[in-house]
């Protein structure tokens, strides 16, 4: 297998908070994980490669201060989502590539609702 | 960087009948084109893929074809299914960076 789970799968928070999402591999190591955003009726949209042990490298017109993103293990990625606005509301996505596996790969989350009130 | 179209960006065909969503890429660096469906509120699927080296792979009811001199791909589901109806999307990925490209998205109907 491999699977990729996020947590939560939807969250609701008000205007100004921040919203942590979790994304694991749970059965095989990822050394890269991708970030995706994901409005209604739309394409997925990346917004980050997160590498672990490293910084990650975010796309053009991606705010690395409000989308704070750490790979602290082989197995887990965060995406916080800091000062969140309603314009934030959308589907976040994650997706994992395997350790030694094929490069291109990828193995995506089931994704998590975000609505900000 | 690349930039992936996708086309229609609506399709509806009877049960049975085949489907066919067609990709363009712009970057011809891109070796990995993967075709993905999404069901409401899931994360997108791997249904199939193709590297570079290979015109044309089939699994079952789902083909997909890449022609790298005219930089398109696309997909073929025959004997369409009402279980097919969700929205398909295509990528284009160069191994070099990994990331993933994708289309704008086709909204597949299949009516039974």
């Known amino acids: 297998g491999a699977v990729v789970s996020q947590h939560p799968s939807r969250v609701i928070c008000k205007s100004g908070t921040s919203v942590k999402i979790e994304c694991r591999s749970l059965?095989?190591?990822?050394?890269?994980m991708f970030w995706y955003r994901q409005f209604p009726k739309q394409s997925l949209m990346l917004m980050a490669t997160s590498n672990e042990g490293s910084k990650a490298t975010y796309e053009q017109g991606v705010e690395k201060d409000k989308f704070l993103i750490n790979h602290a293990s082989l197995t887990l990625s965060t995406l916080t989502v800091t000062s969140a606005h309603p314009e934030d509301s959308s589907f976040y996505i994650c997706?994992?590539?395997?350790?030694?596996?094929?490069?291109?790969?990828?193995?995506f989350g089931p994704g998590t609702r975000l609505t900000v009130l | 960087g690349e930039n992936v179209e996708q086309h229609p960006s609506t399709l509806s065909v009877q049960e049975g009948d085949s489907a066919v969503i067609k990709c363009t890429y712009s970057d011809s660096a891109s070796n990995y084109f993967p075709w993905y469906k999404q069901e409401l509120g899931k994360g997108p699927q791997l249904i199939i893929d193709?590297?570079?080296?290979?015109g044309e792979k089939k699994d079952q009811r789902i083909a997909v074809t890449l022609n790298k001199t005219a930089k398109h791909f696309s997909l073929h589901i025959t004997e369409t299914q009402p279980e097919d109806s969700a929205v398909y999307f295509c990528a284009a990925s160069m191994s070099n960076t990994g990331k993933l490209i994708f289309g704008q998205g086709t909204t597949l109907q299949v009516k039974p």
């Open positions: 193709i590297r570079s080296n290979v």
């Open positions: 059965d095989f190591q990822a050394t890269t």
């Open positions: 997706s994992a590539r395997k350790a030694g596996g094929n490069n291109n790969e990828q193995f």
